[in-house]
T-cell receptor, first 113, second 113 residues
């Protein structure tokens, strides 16, 4: 069965510093991986996805993610954090040929000014 | 692009009352549609998904049900609400490709009293 793990409940970073939000996955076959962001009392918004190709994926709002097949990881990164990046971040996986997207538990990012 | 409409935004219902949450899709034909529940602002639990009119797959046995009477309409229902049904309910849909990102509505916060 497919699964996603986000080992950190919360990540704290100072504005202007780089940020990393961690994600590992388990899936049979080739994974389709996604990052989403959620602001309070709103639905999730898509940030970026990895389907195939380059291991470094660039997405919205300056975010990027690095796919590492050997470590089964898909960590979200940003070179310089903004206070407005503070939100709840979800990693998700869709297995090849499947219809179900499974989400991690979420990581709350706090960016301090 | 795809837009997911959900209503109402908030709902307070007594235990034992019925429930009907509606979700409609704009901008895509024949989308895969999903109902998720989010508890306490954290992880998302997949409740139901549908790949076509009248086709419903249930992920979690409970007193909720779903229906898809039209291509772009997805309804979540209950005959008798339980306290444990409280949560944030999110409708989501895919684009034209099954591995395209999910688009989410803004959710319905349900409080069962």
């Amino acid at each position: 069965a497919q699964s996603v793990a986000q080992p950190e409940d919360q990540v704290n970073v100072a504005e202007g510093n780089p940020l990393t939000v961690k994600c590992t996955y388990s899936v049979s076959g080739n994974p389709y991986l996604f990052w989403y962001v959620q602001y309070p009392n709103r639905g999730l918004q898509f940030l970026l996805k990895y389907i195939t190709g380059d291991n470094l994926v660039k997405g919205s709002y300056g975010f990027e993610a690095e796919f590492n097949k050997s470590q089964t990881s898909f960590h979200l990164k940003k070179p310089s954090a903004l206070v407005s990046d503070s939100a709840l971040y979800f990693c998700a996986v869709l297995n090849t040929g499947g219809f179900k997207t499974i989400f991690g538990a979420g990581t709350r990012l706090f960016v301090k000014a | 692009s795809q837009t997911i409409h959900q209503w109402p935004a908030t709902l307070v219902q007594p235990v034992g009352s019925p429930l009907s949450l509606e979700c409609t899709v704009e901008g895509t034909s024949n989308p895969n549609l999903y109902w998720y529940r989010q508890a306490a602002g954290r992880g998302l639990q997949l409740l139901f998904y549908s790949v076509g009119i009248g086709q419903i797959s249930s992920e979690v046995p409970q007193n909720l049900s779903a229906s898809r009477p039209q291509d772009r309409q997805f309804i979540l229902s209950s005959k008798k609400l339980l306290l444990s049904d409280s949560g944030f309910y999110l409708c989501a849909g895919t684009g034209s490709s099954y591995n395209s990102p999910l688009h989410f509505g803004n959710g319905t916060r349900l409080t069962v009293t």
